[in-house]
Each structure stands twice: as structure tokens, then as C-alpha cells.
């Protein structure tokens, strides 16, 4: 069974930085895309940004330009640098784990504050 824990959540102003990590149990992560989705209240869960088990990316509109994700093979890890947050950026963050099953973390808040 692979779990994923996400951390790195948490207040943070309009127009600053942080970074969510998720990390993956198991031996699977190195063969998996991974991906991070966010749910804001009262909306529907929402792609953020992909990345294959070879390291190409992709992101929603809405963040290109603003988040960055990477991997870290030997530390199944994937990471979410987040800049120039909005207040529209609050929500719940989730990482997904694809290819090899398909396992989904428990969520982590981001807050904005305007």
C-alpha cells in the first residue's frame, strides 16, 4: 500500500513563497507521474501542475509562471515552490500518484491572506 503525506502548508501573505512537499511510501514513485491538485471551498478539486517519472511538466494556466513542481527520486518526494501567491491561490493542495496504481494524499491548507 503507498500513502502520501503532504506538508509545507499553511498563512502565508499575497505576493509570498512557499513550498509543499509529498512524500510517497513505497518503491513505486520512481516509475509514477505525479501531480498536485487543489480544492477551494465550495469549488471542485482542480489541476495544478503535472510531472512525468522523466521530469517534463505541465501546469493549469493559473500558476504557470508562479509554481514550479520537481521530484526527487531518491527521496520520494515531490515538491510545489509556490511564488507570488494570490488570495485566490487559498486552498486545500493534494498530490496524486499515478501509473502504478493510483493513490491520492490526505490534502495540506494554503492560506492567502490579502
Known amino acids: 500500500q503507498v500513502q502520501l503525506v503532504e506538508s509545507g502548508g499553511g498563512l502565508v501573505q499575497a505576493g509570498g513563497s512557499t513550498r509543499l512537499s509529498c512524500v510517497a511510501s513505497?518503491?513505486?514513485?520512481?516509475?509514477?507521474?505525479m501531480v498536485w491538485f487543489r480544492q477551494a471551498p465550495g469549488k471542485q478539486r482542480e489541476f495544478v501542475a503535472h510531472?512525468?517519472?522523466?521530469?517534463?511538466?505541465n501546469y493549469a494556466d493559473s500558476v504557470k509562471g508562479r509554481f514550479t513542481i520537481s521530484r526527487d527520486n531518491a527521496k520520494n518526494t515531490v515538491y510545489l515552490q509556490m511564488n507570488s501567491l494570490k488570495p485566490e491561490d487559498t486552498a486545500v493542495y493534494y498530490c496524486?500518484?499515478?501509473?502504478?496504481?493510483?493513490?491520492w494524499g490526505q490534502g495540506t491548507q494554503v492560506t492567502v491572506s490579502s
Open positions: 510531472i512525468t517519472n522523466t521530469g517534463s511538466t
Open positions: 513505497g518503491s513505486i514513485f520512481r516509475s509514477n507521474a
Open positions: 496524486r500518484s499515478y501509473g502504478n496504481g493510483d493513490y
